[in-house]
């Protein structure tokens, strides 16, 4: 990185001693029409940027892991199974068997 930083340094000052060839001795001539300055402004901007980037520290935060034990549910544990009900009709008075579902 550091002699990237030197390579651009050195062309920037080489941009900049370039621009004033045209303006040797010609004090009152503006040269190329006043636009020598976009050379170094480009070079200062990437150096610029360049530097900026460098100096950055990129932090990467791992998500916290969570783990949750899925919730237990403590149903009482009922016995279905099937019985036989007499039942008596009150109309008629009989009384016949059934089968139901009985919980115990």
């Known amino acids: 990185m550091k002699k990237l930083l030197i390579v651009i340094t050195a062309l920037l000052v080489s941009t900049g001693a370039m621009a004033q060839h045209g303006h040797h001795g010609h004090h009152g001539h503006r040269g190329h029409g006043g636009g020598d300055?976009?050379?170094?402004?480009?070079?200062?901007?990437?150096?610029?940027?360049?530097?900026?980037?460098?100096?950055r520290q990129v932090i990467v935060q791992q998500p916290p892991v969570i783990v949750q034990q899925p919730p237990i549910y403590n149903f009482p544990i009922r016995n279905y199974y099937s019985c036989l009900v007499q039942v008596q009709d009150p109309y008629s008075g009989v009384i016949r068997n059934e089968v139901h579902t009985c919980v115990n």
């Open 37 to 55: 300055w976009a050379g170094p402004l480009i070079g200062g901007i990437l150096l610029g940027t360049i530097i900026t980037n460098s100096q």
